[in-house]
Nanobody
Framework: VQLQESGPGLVKPSQTLSLTCTVS??????????WIWMRQSPRKGLQWIGS???????YYSPALKSRGSISRNMSKNQFTLRLTSVTPEDTAMYYC???????????????WGQGIQVTVSS
């Protein structure tokens, strides 16, 4: 499977960040897989943002305080992260991941996209 992130590299504070992961070599409706958004920054390390299961169920990190949402487009084999009210603290490398687990805690777990750098700045 291959995963590719896309979206803006620069977002202004208070705006909504939207990132899309395009999946090839596998289907986002494949049984037993979760499709995950992660991020990594020098200050906060590796963080789980949220996941969407093959059935469409979603799971989110409480640390996001309900700012995040994940949706999917089955016809395009994509899933999308929306993060509202961004601040400079949301500056990070964002990754999409396929895993058999709802949450991953290391880069050695699951299949990862190459990542996209997002900077929140005015």
């Amino acid at each position: 499977v291959q995963l590719q992130e896309s979206g803006p590299g620069l977002v202004k504070p208070s705006q909504t960040l939207s990132l899309t992961c395009t999946v090839s070599g596998g289907s986002i409706t494949d049984n037993d897989y979760y499709w995950i958004w992660m991020r990594q920054s020098p200050r906060k390390g590796l963080q789980w943002i949220g996941s969407i299961g093959y059935s469409g169920n979603t799971y989110y990190s409480p640390a996001l305080k309900s700012r995040g949402s994940i949706s999917r487009n089955m016809s395009k084999n994509q899933f999308t992260l929306r993060l509202t009210s961004v601040t400079p603290e949301d500056t990070a490398m964002y990754y999409c991941v396929r895993s058999t687990r709802v949450v991953v805690s290391s880069t050695s777990s699951g299949s990862w996209g190459q990542g996209i750098q997002v900077t929140v700045s005015s």
